[in-house]
């Protein structure tokens, strides 16, 4: 029975049975009042997106893009994937925002506010890719638990914001400082305030690279809630777990960042390949750091039809983690030949690329086309599912779109 439905003939007892409290003054509750705990909230006007977007979750909220939603150069705000650990945060006030630097490894204390971040340091702007570690877990066998991407759970924004590796100079980091660790101001699932949802980190190397920004801006707005404001660390080419939203402090470590998400499982893959539903200790999990290369075909849709004798114009978006891609190729003949197609160079490093292709069918009747980037190592994505891993991260497999010739 449908929510609404159910809370017309509910009775008070009843509703309370479904909430798993009493409803403590439900005797004097309104007729026909339906209490909070049964109005569904509506995510894309929450969080001003496409309602093409598929939920994945709602407790925290999960939302995914399809891949014909992501066809633009720079992704909007309406088709941007949200990757949540815990409770947006309430109530944010900027003009009281602050940053704090602590640490094993920082000289001194520091903390500044969200104002003298923006006036004390210069300000860049690049376009970086974001990608949930998990994205593609769908597709894992035997299933690994954790939302089930498909393709949507990356985006590619223009981020505008201060270097954090000028901001740590000015703190001054000691000479054993190995790593960073961010603390948010998201709430934990329990609402516990000893808790945290996510606190996850970088080595200083990835801390001090160029690109790695204090963001307080996406597509020349503020960033909107949901994706992290005021300000929020953006860590390209790396899982989006790396870049911390909401952020309030960052410790500067002598050692990996033991947080919550840093240890165990998570955001980690075997160091070696195991066989599928295999166990594997923890200190046989390495942490994930540069993403693979990947390829997503954003036009035309899949199940897309076209007259014999016409071609198909196709194009889509191609990233390596820290690399560049320097090849792209499409596949009609199920991966038995491969076709070269012009490749972009990126708008500046971490930045997707973009392809286009024209293709010509030879006869009447069902194809795929299956995309496929190679990265400036000479790694190609597999044309099948990758090594199987616990937590089904780093599915990099050819995509593809179902096209009909009549």
Not at 21 to 50: N, T
Not at 89 to 115: C, H, M
Not at 296 to 321: Q, V
Request: glycine share 8%.
């Amino acid at each position: 029975m449908k929510r609404r439905n159910f809370v017309k003939k509910a009775t008070i007892g009843t509703m309370a049975s479904v909430i798993g409290a009493d409803i403590v003054f439900g005797s004097v509750m309104p007729e026909g009042y339906k209490p909070l705990a049964f109005q569904d909230p509506d995510p894309f006007k929450m969080f001003d997106k496409d309602k093409g977007m598929v939920v994945l979750n709602d407790k925290p909220w999960n939302i995914e893009a399809k891949a014909h939603l992501l066809d633009d150069k720079i992704t909007p705000n309406k088709f941007m994937f949200i990757r949540n650990n815990g409770l947006i945060p309430e109530n944010i006030d900027a003009n009281s925002w602050t940053l704090t630097f602590d640490g094993e490894s920082v000289r001194q204390e520091k903390t500044y506010s969200l104002s003298e971040l923006k006036t004390k340091f210069p300000q860049y702007t690049y376009q970086l890719t974001l990608e949930c570690g998990g994205n593609g877990r769908s597709e894992f066998d035997p299933p690994a638990k954790g939302n089930q991407w498909t393709i949507g759970a990356v985006s590619c924004a223009t981020w505008t914001g201060i270097r954090l590796k000028d901001v740590l100079e000015d703190v001054g980091i000691k000479d054993d400082a190995v790593y960073i660790g961010y603390h948010a101001a998201d709430v934990h699932l329990s609402r516990d305030p000893g808790k945290e949802p996510i606190s996850r980190g970088a080595p200083m190397v990835k801390a001090l690279q160029e690109e790695t920004l204090l963001a307080f801006k996406m597509n020349n707005k503020d960033i909107p809630l949901a994706h992290g404001y005021p300000l929020r660390l953006i860590a390209g080419g790396w899982p989006a777990s790396v870049s911390g939203k909401w952020i309030n402090r960052i410790s500067i470590r002598n050692k990996v960042h033991d947080g919550t998400k840093m240890t165990g499982d998570a955001y980690r893959v075997p160091c070696n390949p195991v066989a599928p539903g295999e166990k594997v200790k923890e200190e046989d999990m390495c942490i994930i750091e540069s993403m693979p290369v990947k390829s997503l075909i954003t036009y035309p849709k899949s199940g897309a039809m076209i007259n014999k004798g016409k071609k198909l114009d196709i194009r889509g978006h191609a990233w390596a983690g820290e690399l560049e891609v320097v090849k792209m190729e499409y596949s009609i003949d199920f991966g038995s030949t491969w076709q070269s197609c012009p490749i972009e160079k990126p708008a500046n490093r971490l930045a997707w690329q973009h392809f286009n292709a024209s293709i010509d069918f030879p006869k009447e009747g069902y194809y795929e086309v299956w995309a496929r980037a190679t990265d400036s190592n000479g790694i190609s994505q597999p044309m099948i599912l990758p090594g199987w891993n616990p937590k089904g991260y780093l599915n990099n497999a050819c995509h593809r779109i179902a096209v009909k010739v009549t």
